[in-house]
């Protein structure tokens, strides 16, 4: 039999409306997880804004809120999460040996990381860049002051390299004193032994205001030496869970863009007539869950649970908390900043 040209293009169009609807199929990790009843999530050992312990043993941070997110619009209860603490050197294997689901650990994406080590990148949740932090007895104003200084940097990071570069591209001649965990580097500088610390600013805004007797004493200088996009982390070849935590992140943006918060979800749903935030919330026809293998009002347990982006990133990190950053960079695109949303659509 001949099919005319006219009905193989309709046919061929046909199967490929089909193939572009039909719902996600369950990875190997998204099937572990439902499994299991929990997402493991790899977070850092202790970095006050980003993922911390308290002294109950709760977690909280804006890395944190990223597992909580997916957590409750995967399992639909943010609780139902497994935090395990990595240190810079470990993140990596406990990801690609399977010991966790996602690493939401403060680490920036770089083309190396990207092609060699079998994860993906998903979305940066925060726009940093690597800078010093000394002593203001110091008097040193500049990170080009810092010409054969010792520096304490944490090994198994791209500060460490960074670092390397910075004093050979300036002839300075720095001292690298170099440690594995986060804790020890830490009690290095504080203690003296190094003249500066260097990781990303946001992180020594941290150790600065959680670790020093008096974070007065303390300034990190202006100079950035890099660009660090930090974001969370999936084993690569699971596009169902990349997925997911794409979407979860980038809903979370898109939520803040349009004004859903915390405390208005349930009251924008009845009342907004904005399509946008329906299809955010489950609220009209359009179903953008059972593409990602969730149901209509994953988005909306995801922002009951953590709030905006902007909510999480006030809460944790912002000019009201103890870490004290600047939005910035951070602020959303129509406010100045680089957070530009993927159209949840």
Same mark, same amino acid.
């Given at each position: 039999m001949t099919i005319k040209p006219n009905k193989l293009v309709a046919l061929m169009l046909a199967a490929l409306g089909a193939v572009l609807t039909v719902p996600a199929h369950a990875g190997k990790t998204l099937d572990a997880i439902k499994a299991r009843g929990q997402v493991v999530c790899g977070v850092n050992t202790g970095l006050a804004g980003f993922s911390a312990a308290d002294s109950t043993g709760k977690w909280s941070g804006l890395d944190v809120d990223v597992c909580r997110a997916v957590a409750a619009a995967l399992l639909s209860d943010a609780e139902k999460v497994k935090y395990v603490p990595l240190s810079a050197a470990q993140r990596f294997t406990a990801l690609q040996s399977g010991e966790i689901d996602l690493l939401a650990r403060n680490t920036t994406f770089t083309s190396t990381r990207d092609a060699s080590l079998g994860l993906s990148a998903t979305v940066v949740n925060y726009y940093d860049g690597q800078g010093f932090m000394v002593t203001v007895k110091s008097k040193i104003k500049s990170a080009k002051q810092l010409k054969g200084q010792t520096v304490c940097v944490q090994s198994g990071t791209t500060t460490e390299k960074n670092l390397a570069d910075f004093s050979k591209a300036n002839n300075l001649g720095i001292k690298p004193v170099v440690f594995e965990k986060l804790e020890a580097t830490n009690a290095a500088y504080f203690s003296g032994r190094c003249i500066a610390y260097t990781t990303d600013a946001s992180g020594l805004a941290s150790i600065r205001s959680k670790e020093a007797k008096d974070p007065k004493e303390h300034v990190v200088l202006p100079d950035l030496i890099s660009k660090e996009p930090l974001g969370p982390m999936v084993r690569r070849g699971d596009d169902e869970w990349f997925a997911i935590v794409k979407w979860v992140m980038y809903g979370l943006l898109?939520?803040?863009?349009?004004?859903?918060?915390?405390?208005?979800?349930?009251?924008? =749903?009845?009342?907004?007539?904005?399509?946008?935030?329906?299809?955010?919330?489950?609220?009209?026809?359009?179903?953008?869950?059972?593409?990602?293998?969730?149901? =209509?009002?994953?988005?909306?347990?995801?922002? =009951?649970?953590?709030?905006?982006?902007?909510?999480?990133?006030?809460?944790?990190?912002?000019?009201?908390?103890?870490?004290?950053?600047?939005?910035?960079?951070?602020?959303?695109?129509?406010?100045?900043?680089?957070?530009?949303?993927?159209?949840?659509?």
């Open positions: 898109e939520a803040e863009e349009y004004g859903v918060t915390q405390a208005n979800v349930d009251a924008m =749903k009845g009342s907004s007539t904005d399509p946008v935030v329906q299809r955010l919330l489950g609220g009209g026809n359009e179903d953008t869950g059972k593409l990602l293998g969730l149901d =209509k009002e994953w988005l909306a347990r995801a922002i =009951k649970a953590t709030g905006n982006y902007g909510e999480s990133f006030d809460r944790n990190v912002g000019p009201k908390s103890a870490v004290n950053l600047p939005r910035g960079l951070n602020n959303l695109w129509n406010k100045g900043g680089l957070m530009y949303a993927y159209p949840v659509r």
